[in-house]
């Protein structure tokens, strides 16, 4: 669409910007912008370069200036610098996108860093949510042009006039523009420099150089020109809000939102590459079941997995972590032994069939995990066992002969008379903690079904003790009966 402005007489804008006037000044830079009404308050909608939104925005928070009116939450640099991770792989996905927009062949060490990096589908995002302070009630004082369309003189945009003390205040997107800094400082450094940073690097190549070669300097040259051009960001500018509206409009924001259940966030992201594993090799290739609704009902129970429950298990088989959130592209090297951890799981008597819980105590995800924490000490631990690899094949087998019914006595092992638990199982209390340091009630025994207790963390390494006690695995504890 061809644009040009309407001329250069002042034109009233009905309905939106007060007093609109057309002269400029040089401390000014223009904007193309859309005029909305949100809930009835106007507001801009800007799409601006990453790079350019990143000079032109600030933070009222506690760690700012003083005598700057604080409108924002402390900085938690944690979760920025989880999103400057993201960022940075969404600004790879964008180089690339540039240079195939204009035509020009891809530089290969760029998508030798996006495969380091990990794929995914879709990357994006959200509008971050500003005010632009002292600028009269609701922008009035804006200075402003119509833009009209060549061919049918309609309103296309409008040019707003923005001085230098007209800083976008982030509202709703802190850590995003934190994180930006973060990318921003990452890439300027590796081209300065020419060198991978050593600590706390954004990125580090897998096959663990530091040195960057010429090959990657393009590639990172590409990068930075995508931030100042071609990948933009999509901004809601609110106008003249004083502090309590700024206050209102971010509690409102950050509060009236409902977080997305974690089955359903497990199951629509493909980016996580433990994710991917479980529905690309557990699910479609194995076969194992998994659900994102919880059937309490045992009698009702399909054989299934709870979604949030299987990521859970994988992340302690991987990552000796309780969640997958930490995963990067090198977890791939462990998928060969994950894979045959289920493979021995898929065999135990009862797996996966209907009623499969009343079945066996192996469905219940505490048991699972116990098993994949011993997987875990004995493949992947920084202090693994001499004949760590023995070990672990002897779990391995283990796993789909050992008796996981609801029968077997020793998961009752703590509701027994103590006279009666050195008689049946001699030896096995050394493999256990302590009762003296802490609670042992991992669960019940009723209606010849054995239901272990809610409190994952605590039970399932006593249950990794008793697999192990079964197993002659050596005790974690160091003493062996």
């Not at 000044?25 to 909305?36: I, R």
């Not at 589908?121 to 402003?144: C, E, T």
């Not at 600590?199 to 020109?225: C, M, N, R």
Request: net charge negative; with cysteine.
């Amino acid at each position: 669409m061809n644009l040009e402005l309407e001329d250069n007489l002042p034109h009233p804008l009905t309905g939106s910007l007060d007093d609109l006037l057309d002269n400029g000044s040089s401390s000014e830079q223009d904007y193309n912008v859309f005029v909305g009404n949100n809930l009835g308050e106007r507001v801009f909608l800007l799409q601006v370069p990453m790079k350019e939104f990143f000079k032109i925005s600030e933070v009222a928070n506690e760690q700012y200036r003083e005598g700057i009116e604080v409108t924002q939450r402390k900085l938690d640099q944690v979760h920025a610098n989880k999103l400057a991770l993201y960022i940075l792989k969404g600004l790879i996905s964008s180089a690339i996108n540039f240079k195939k927009a204009r035509k020009a062949p891809i530089v290969p060490a760029l998508l030798d860093i996006q495969e380091d990096l990990g794929r995914q589908p879709y990357l994006s995002l959200q509008p971050i949510v500003v005010n632009i302070r002292d600028i009269g009630h609701r922008g009035g004082k804006l200075r402003a042009v119509r833009v009209l369309s060549k061919e049918d003189s309609s309103t296309a945009c409008f040019k707003v006039y923005l001085a230098q003390n007209n800083l976008l205040w982030v509202i709703d997107g802190q850590h995003r523009r934190e994180a930006m800094r973060l990318v921003f400082e990452f890439i300027e450094s590796v081209l300065r420099h020419h060198i991978y940073p050593k600590k706390k690097s954004l990125y580090t190549p897998l096959d663990g150089h530091f040195d960057i070669t010429s090959e990657e300097i393009q590639a990172w040259q590409t990068v930075l020109e995508s931030t100042k051009t071609f990948c933009t960001v999509s901004v809601e500018v609110h106008l003249g809000l004083n502090g309590d509206e700024e206050r209102q409009l971010f509690h409102d924001l950050n509060n009236l939102g409902k977080k997305v259940d974690r089955n359903l966030a497990l199951k629509f992201d493909s980016s996580n590459p433990i994710n991917l594993f479980i529905k690309e090799e557990l699910i479609d290739q194995l076969g194992i079941q998994v659900s994102d609704v919880e059937q309490k009902d045992w009698s009702k129970d399909d054989g299934s997995i709870l979604l949030k429950d299987m990521s859970a298990i994988n992340a302690i088989l991987l990552l000796n972590k309780t969640n997958i959130s930490t995963a990067t592209p090198e977890v791939k090297d462990k998928f060969n032994v994950a894979k045959q951890f289920w493979e021995s799981v898929k065999a135990i008597d009862g797996f996966g069939e209907k009623q499969a819980k009343e079945k066996t105590i192996a469905m219940q995800p505490v048991v699972l995990k116990a098993l994949a924490k011993l997987v875990f000490d004995f493949n992947f631990s920084k202090k693994l066992p001499e004949n760590a690899n023995s070990l672990y094949y002897t779990l391995l087998d283990g796993i789909s002969n050992l008796d996981f019914s609801h029968k077997n006595p020793i998961w009752q092992y703590y509701e027994m008379p103590e006279s009666n638990r050195e008689t049946m199982f001699p030896g096995l209390k050394s493999y256990l903690p302590s009762e003296e340091t802490g609670n042992r009630d991992i669960g019940g025994f009723n209606a010849g079904l054995m239901r272990f207790g809610s409190k994952h963390n605590d039970i399932f390494p006593i249950i990794g003790d008793m697999i192990r006690y079964q197993l002659s695995l050596p005790s974690r504890h160091g003493s062996n009966p």
